[in-house]
């Protein structure tokens, strides 16, 4: 019934595309608190969640906003972030606290109450961030997923784009003959690095959750097998085709990772702790709006640049301006689970989170 379209049928200015952003913007923050339970905002002390909180407070509501963060020292922890912004918009402050050594008691609960998988390292923590939110009060939360989706906020992939667009540069240059050798020239001058060290092939791997799990899953798969089936031979390759651009690529960000990893995580890690998780920033009048733009208008070179222009004053510049960083996984935790774990139903010698999360589950559901 609706379908995620890159047709850049918008005519307006950048200034009008900013007015109708921040009304549907609104307007879908002022729908996803509509509640008789309560609710507070995810406020991770990043660009959406700040964004989220601040139209949620513009209502005229109390607003309760929960930041996380790891016991002791961890270079990813915002939440003095948060707590600044939190008292500077008069924004009811909660924090909690994720410590790594509890985690080992939560696995075998977590487990119990997933019947597929959620393969990605970040899972644990958000299963026990939204177990403390609960314990808290608090039964829907709001989240910032689908911002870095929607208004291009990935360095990597929109790297890939870059490339995609220099291949076709490149390979428009032959038969170089005439004139075309100057502009060949001038493109090795140019972009001589980008022929130089590794232009092609632009590739990504679809069905990947996370990009980092690639090398973890090409060990594993080597030697792996469920039964008599080899994992090396299923094909999880993807090669763009020679026309990709940048809205191609978000496309399959939008329609891989944040659908089916993303919402997906949010949603059973919600309901496996009674909470229900909503996501403002993907109401598909916004997400219409924003793939009919041109992409002149809506990506300037850089991540979310017109996003962080039509929110400025919205957001504070030192969340605006900050550098990206996500919520880190329990690194610590995944890598001592990594080296105790013993397979009961996979046949292999590397364990990484996914292949023992698989290899629990199959056994959780075979042994009932």
Not at 42 to 65: C, F, N, P, Q, Y
Not at 194 to 222: E, I, N, S
Not at 265 to 294: C, K, Q, W
Not at 300 to 319: N, V
Request: hydrophobic share 40%.
């Amino acid at each position: 019934y609706w379908r995620l379209s890159h047709m850049p049928v918008y005519e307006g200015t950048r200034e009008e595309a900013k007015t109708e952003l921040l009304r549907l913007m609104r307007e879908s923050v002022t729908n996803c608190l509509q509640s008789d339970v309560p609710v507070a905002v995810l406020l991770s002390g990043g660009i959406d969640s700040s964004a989220i909180a601040a139209m949620a407070k513009e209502t005229g509501r109390e607003i309760h906003v929960i930041s996380a963060g790891y016991a002791g020292k961890h270079s990813q922890d915002e939440r003095s972030v948060a707590k600044r912004f939190a008292s500077e918009r008069g924004l009811i402050y909660h924090e909690v606290e994720l410590n790594a050594n509890d985690f080992k008691l939560l696995f075998s609960e977590y487990m119990e109450r997933m019947d597929e998988p959620v393969c990605d390292v970040s899972a644990m923590s958000q299963y026990a961030l939204y177990k403390k939110a609960r314990e808290l009060g608090f039964k829907v939360l709001l989240s910032g997923i689908g911002g870095d989706e929607l208004f291009y906020g990935y360095p990597t992939f929109n790297r890939v784009a870059e490339q995609l667009a220099l291949r076709r540069e490149h390979r428009a240059l032959f038969p170089w003959h005439g004139r075309k050798k100057l502009d060949f020239l001038r493109f090795m001058l140019r972009h001589g690095s980008y022929v130089l060290f590794g232009g092609y092939p632009c590739t990504l791997d679809d069905r990947w959750p996370v990009d980092w799990t690639h090398q973890d899953y090409k060990r594993f798969a080597a030697e792996a097998c469920i039964g008599d089936v080899r994992l090396a031979d299923i094909d999880v390759h993807y090669s763009y085709a020679d026309d990709a651009d940048l809205d191609t690529v978000y496309d399959l960000e939008f329609t891989t990772f944040m659908k089916n990893l993303c919402l997906y995580l949010s949603d059973r890690l919600g309901m496996a702790n009674s909470m229900e998780i909503r996501s403002p920033l993907i109401d598909y009048r916004l997400v219409d709006f924003v793939t009919h733009l041109p992409v002149e208008i809506k990506y300037d070179g850089t991540p979310k640049g017109f996003y962080k222009w039509c929110l400025r004053g919205i957001a504070p510049d030192y969340i605006l301006d900050a550098n990206k960083r996500g919520f880190e996984p329990p690194w610590d935790f995944i890598r001592d689970m990594n080296t105790t774990y013993q397979y009961k139903k996979i046949s292999a010698d590397h364990v990484f989170y996914n292949s023992m999360l698989a290899d629990t589950l199959i056994d959780n559901l075979l042994s009932k």
